[in-house]
């Protein structure tokens, strides 16, 4: 069950890197013999084992690798809090107990949870004792200062870092004051809360409320330092909507959808809209909504045997039934009679006539004997199989899918393989536009994501003739919808399972593989990928079949993740991808993964990406914002590990670094604030389709985070039309020094800096401008002699300062350069 955590090099990933820079577009004994027949029909041993949704809390990133590692799904809606982390997990009585005593805190049952946002420290009298330093040798950084308002309420966001963060003995304390507007004094110094994951010191930060919006910040560090810093806003306040346009048409989704239901959908989309839509469908079919034919008969101990059909249930499995028969007399072999669907095991008696076969030379006879009829039978678990088996009367096997959950939609669901169709909307579907794949519905139990998928289609189609902004979009975008890429395990959370999150393929060996286990089998299409996968030892991803993230034998070993790396190597126009999921309140990009071991994380954006998935974030969100005014806090926006925890093997890293494509992942839904109790609430997986219109609600998160897609189909036709080369200035700028000066670049719009400092021409080669720190900004150099700086910015569209070409032998040279000369 326990994941082994593997060390290894990073020498693939650097040439990866390398890629995205070219194309810069970026889990006994038995009792005694007995002349009774165990079980009739059906045994009660197969129910399969009864979760609930838990709220829990765990002391930090190391405690929830731990725990993500030995099999546990805490997937979502998990959330920083100053102790800690908080989160919900599903999980069986059995396992309730197994957290505890890993030291995890169980804190209720899953109605959400809140954090108050005073929490972490309160108000302290407080006053700064050092004088600001040099920015060169500064101590401490504001990282973030953002303000933002949501339902009458105003909120401060900090993130600020020191340079003695990692030290322990004592641990640093940082202290964070605020004004109240321009030309106010500081006041209320609040201590900031400490964030470390896997050992590492990452920041300090804290969310509070303020009634009114404060101008500038001090963060005072008690090694001394201090630094002041202007608040930013976070979001636009009464975003613009998409489209001023009054006939605008909204609202079409009237409640969840099941697969077939938006397939079916999806299909006349494309009949209905010809000219701007058609299907795409994905060559390979699903490992199916179907199940073998199973049975655990004889109890759970070293005398039961479990049986598998040969056959699908739906293709005669189900029609099988297996009989354990106690013949009369004595030296009798064991043998097995089958007639029809009907297996009979004629059970071995010794000499003095008792009962003489044990479970595991039922299970091998079975096999060999059944004629075809059972391919697959083992003691249970991890049984030898020693026990005496006893009679039984005939049990039926079963695939138990014909049994549906309370509540689940009409109809049946269709068994076997599943094709997948992406439906393909855009005027011109032919490489011309830049392509955007929205991907939903990975995760089985999230009905949200499909359903904000599917709005944002229709608003495309019916807006497309009446609606300026919407024919924009159609006319300079190709976009391919995923409405739900696993069918299987989405029926099976419709109809059978509510709680599953995998797809439905059962790689389990036989200690996991009795029908009792049939809510656990599975892989995380979301660690199934390539890069930064666990199969090289990064975190968050599991090995154990039974585990919630688990993994897959091996990386894209499913059809649902090859058809992704199909579909985009097929459409290279594929530039912006969003993975949508729920639920969390949350938005991501690379980097998604690390080893925990020195938390190495897959590389870093350049500083032009970086700033443009922020900027692309900023206008996504603000789009959210508009409909309800729910906020997605800047605490979980950014790259994934660095804000929250590490997914192995996740779509968006495989993506990114492989074919340069802007991978977003974003958790619709959670994390509303309500101003009834002054908390912040989080969301749920399959929320009430109405529900509270204000806070969880199906329909309303789904409204509003359809914006949010839209609004990215508008960030990718203006991409694809952006040919405004960026420009950049180093500053302060050439000149003479008489002392050693600080300097750093500066670009018009989200660029990346080469440049070179031994005179050299720069090219795609030459070191590329950082961040002084992941979430700041770039860094600052202190030039202490004469130094030439020359250099060139590529925009996150790939256009180039000037023009300047760096690849071939520009004899225009006509780069950028800036002499600071030092002492004269
Ligand atoms: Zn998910």
Known sequence: MRRTQMRIALLALPALVGSVLITTAPAGAEPADSAATVGSGRSHLEDAEQVRLVRIQ??????????????????????RVPDGIEGEAVVT???????????????GDGEGFTWSDEADGGIQTFRAQAAQTLSHEQTVRVVRADWFTTKGQGFLYVEARTTAGQQTNPIVTMQLENDSGPGTSFGSARTMSRFVDSGQYMFHRNLFKLDARPNQIRVTSSTGGVTTGYVSNWLEDGAPPLTANPGYKSDFVDGYRTPQQLYSRAEEIARQYPDIAEIVYLPNKTNGYQRKAQATIGGTGQSA????????????????TVEFVNRPGANLPLDVEVNGKAVRVLLAKNASGALASTAAQVATALKAQSGGLIDRAHPYRTNAGTGIVQASSPVALTDFLGEKRAGAPEGDVPRGPATIPVLRIGK?????????????????REWVPATTSLESAE???HNYKSDWETKKIVNNTDIFFILSNNPDGANYSFYNFASQRRNMTNHCPDADADPARRNSWGVDLNRNYRVGSGHDGYSGGSTSCVSDTYQGPEKLS?????NIIWLVEKYRNIKFMMSVHSNGGQLFWQPGAYIANGRITTPRPPLGDEAFYWQSASRILSQVKAHRETVVTPENVGGSSDVLYSSAGNVREDLYFNYGIYAFGWEVGGSIYNPATGNWQGGSFQPTWVGNPELVSGHAETMEYANGIMEMFRVAADWGTDNKKPTSQLVPGRGNYSEPVDVHFETSEPATIYYTT???????????????????PGQVFHVTETTTFNWFSVDSAGNIEQNYDPKNNDTR?????????VGK
């Open 813 to 821: 040279n006509n780069y950028r350069t800036a002499t600071i000369t």
């Open 459 to 461: 608003r495309l189609v």
């Open 558 to 562: 499913e059809p649902e993740s090859k």
């Open 428 to 444: 011109h579907r032919d490489g011309r536009n830049p392509g955007v794949l929205i991907q939903a519905q990975d995760h089985a």
């Open 758 to 776: 031994d005179g050299s021409r720069p090219t795609l080669e030459s070191p590329r401008y950082t961040a002084t720190e992941f979430r700041e």
């Open 93 to 107: 009585a059995e396992q309730i107990a197994e957290l505890k005593a890993m030291g995890v805190e169980i804190l």
């Open 305 to 320: 045997v479990v049986v598998s059909s040969a056959a699908w249930g739906h293709e005669g499995g189900n029609d099988i």
């Open 58 to 79: 765990l002391t930090g990133a190391d405690m929830l690798d731990k725990v993500t590692a030995a099999g546990f799904d805490l997937e979502h809606g998990l959330k």
